[in-house]
């Protein structure tokens, strides 16, 4: 039988995601035994980062701003804007070094069954950009999985309403596989290799 204060540890533990009863038990006794002073720094640090940080006004990436280090960056090319779907798609670009313009992330997918749909998104937020923000290349980014390809059709449908014109990033990207897994080789080949699509 736990204490009910290393059960509550245990049971925080399991929010996280792919860590099960054991893992998270194994974590709790880990810091409670071995690294207490490492738990403390862990606990304040998560506190920090979810009082401070929010979304950027621009594009919905985390930030701690207004607006993120990249949308605030005058050395981005603000008229080209890449759409991803999560921030960790942002960082696995960013660390290939190819593409210098802006991003829009999503924070996920269209998933009707989980009532997520173009609001929960932010597309309304991007259909103003494409209409006020002088974007000459949208390069679609979502993930080559079933809902990613979805989200991709409804994005460039909307992007051919307003006349932008539309790119999807090409070679190199495994179907089902994501961004954040993807090495920065294949990544910069996609990108070079990104292909129009027809409105």
Do not use: W
Not at 34 to 57: F, M, S
Not at 69 to 78: D, E, G, L, N, T
Not at 83 to 107: H, K, R
Request: net charge negative; proline share 6%.
């Amino acid at each position: 039988m736990q204490s009910p204060v290393i059960q509550a540890l245990i049971d925080a533990f399991k929010v996280l995601p792919t860590i099960g009863a054991k893992s998270a038990q194994r974590m709790a006794y880990y810091l409670l035994q071995t690294n207490p002073e490492g738990g403390k720094r862990l606990a304040e640090a998560i506190v920090e980062a979810i009082d401070r940080v929010g979304h950027c006004r621009q594009c919905q990436n985390f930030s701690e701003t207004e607006l993120c280090v990249i949308c605030a960056s005058p050395s981005r090319k603000s008229d080209q804007l890449c759409v991803v779907e999560t921030p960790t798609d942002v960082v696995a670009i960013e660390q290939s070094g190819i593409f210098q313009g802006t991003y829009f992330v999503l924070m996920g997918h269209l998933s009707p069954i989980d009532g997520i749909g173009p609001e929960e998104l932010g597309l309304p937020l991007l259909a103003e950009r494409l209409q006020h923000d002088g974007i000459s290349e949208l390069i679609i980014a979502t993930n080559p999985t079933v809902e990613g390809e979805a989200t991709a059709h409804y994005i460039q449908q909307l992007a051919a309403s307003m006349k932008v014109p539309v790119t999807r990033l090409a070679q190199g990207i495994p179907m089902g596989g994501e961004l954040e897994f993807i090495d920065s080789g294949t990544l910069s080949q996609a990108f070079a290799g990104r292909k129009a699509l027809d409105g």
